[in-house]
């Protein structure tokens, strides 16, 4: 059974940083685009970041650009969303996702792409 397990969630100081931690169980990241969303209360779900194991392409939202990076491990098991300069915008469950097609412009950024889900990570920034 494909499995994404998320850690690294936390409480952070506005400037702060965290960095999330996305585990695959049951299969590996290769060729897998694998991303993460994020909901706030009261908002929708949006794309925050994804990666393109089979072509490479990287996206990310223009409100976490420069911010946050998101990289894979050599081993192709585990991804990362490092999260610097954090604010209180960014306090949201974060949610890590993988699917087997490549990430695209229009569409890497929409909930219904994506077939696998973690149960989320809270990351809240507050002083």
């Known amino acids: 059974q494909l499995q994404l397990v998320e850690s690294g969630g936390g409480l952070v100081q506005p400037g702060g940083s965290l960095r999330l931690s996305c585990t695959a169980s049951g299969f590996t990241l290769d060729d897998y685009t694998i991303g993460w969303f994020r909901q706030a209360p009261g908002k929708e779900r949006e794309g925050v970041s994804c990666f393109g194991s089979g072509n490479g392409y990287t996206y990310y939202a223009e409100s976490v650009k420069g911010r946050f990076t998101i990289s894979i491990d050599n081993a192709k098991t585990t991804a990362y969303l490092q999260m610097n300069s954090l604010n209180p915008e960014d306090t949201a469950v974060y949610y890590c996702?993988?699917?087997?097609?490549?990430?695209?412009?229009?569409?890497?950024?929409?909930?219904?792409?994506?077939?696998?889900w973690g149960q989320g990570t809270q990351v809240t920034v507050s002083s």
């Open positions: 996702v993988a699917d087997r097609r490549p990430p695209r412009a229009r569409t890497w950024a929409q909930t219904f792409k994506y077939d696998y």
